[in-house]
């Protein structure tokens, strides 16, 4: 009896979560599309100044409620955005608090395991932030503190970075972009790591740009994508049909000026899109 009611256990566990990773058949029955989005992600996931979520990865799940809402037939489709950190992020996907994560998500084998990904929708790199009064390049951090975004790819880059080039720093995580900053300002950190279009992002906004240099330099490779429940097939080839979509209309173009305003995808960018407009 044990065993029966363990093996009874183990399949209902899998059917619930075949049923819970149903995107499509759920939202198709009347249930709200549960969107994460980061609030500290800025230019791509972020909460603007009349408090609702904005970015570029909400403009590509925009896309993705658009054709959702036309393709079941559900014009009154019901949205629901939640905030998600660098933390609990993948955990929302797997217990179907969120269906769909429009965030700064870098698409990573190991995270494969928890999750599964769209196609492509930018590439970044990391690189570091400055005061103009310290080290002037990564190589002369040592003895100095470097914060970074706790628990993302960029802390484990940063590290690993320190420790290839025997650059002995101190490691300050923080809890968000804005904290990070407020800390480079005032002199807490000397430098600050994070994703490229992250820290052009921050440098505009503080108000001592001034005092503040941007380096040129690629640490990494950040691939972005959208996340989804794991297993989930079908909402993933239809995510993947919409960013396709998107790509070879031209329409990726209106959104990045909207979201980038003046500046032009780079050349990696621009093949990325080139890329993924997989036909039909």
């Excluded at 499509?24 to 992600?41: M, Y």
């Excluded at 904005?54 to 079941?72: N, P």
């Excluded at 628990?151 to 904290?179: F, I, M, P, Y």
Aim: glycine share 8%; proline share 4%; net charge neutral.
């Amino acid at each position: 009896m044990r065993i029966l009611a363990a093996a009874c256990a183990a399949i209902w566990v899998l059917i619930a979560g075949q049923a819970q990773a149903d995107v499509l058949s759920r939202v198709s029955q009347g249930e709200p599309l549960r969107l994460g989005f980061r609030e500290d992600a800025a230019p791509f996931s972020f909460r603007n100044d009349q408090g609702t979520p904005a970015g570029f990865s909400i403009e590509l799940c925009a896309v993705v409620v658009r054709d959702l809402k036309k393709a079941l037939n559900l014009p009154n489709l019901q949205v629901e955005f939640k905030p998600v950190g660098a933390e609990n992020r993948f955990t929302a996907l797997q217990d179907g608090t969120i269906d769909l994560l429009c965030g700064a998500t870098t698409a990573t084998l190991s995270r494969r395991e928890l999750v599964d990904f769209s196609i492509p929708t930018f590439i970044d790199g990391a690189s570091v932030l400055f005061r103009k009064d310290g080290p002037a390049d990564f190589e002369s951090l040592s003895g100095h503190r470097v914060g970074v975004r706790g628990g993302t790819t960029t802390e484990q880059a940063l590290r690993a970075t320190l420790s290839e080039l025997s650059v002995n720093a101190e490691v300050v995580s923080v809890s968000d972009h804005k904290t990070g900053l407020a800390m480079l300002e005032r002199g807490d950190l000397s430098a600050y790591f994070a994703d490229q279009s992250i820290l052009l992002f921050l440098l505009l906004k503080s108000h001592a740009k001034d005092q503040l240099s941007l380096s040129g330099r690629f640490f990494t490779r950040e691939p972005y994508a959208l996340a989804l429940p794991r297993g989930d097939n079908e909402f993933r080839l239809f995510v993947d049909r919409s960013l396709s979509r998107l790509y070879r209309s031209g329409g990726i173009g209106r959104l990045f000026t909207k979201s980038f305003g003046i500046a032009k995808p780079s050349q990696l960018v621009e093949a990325l899109y080139l890329i993924s407009a997989l036909p039909e």
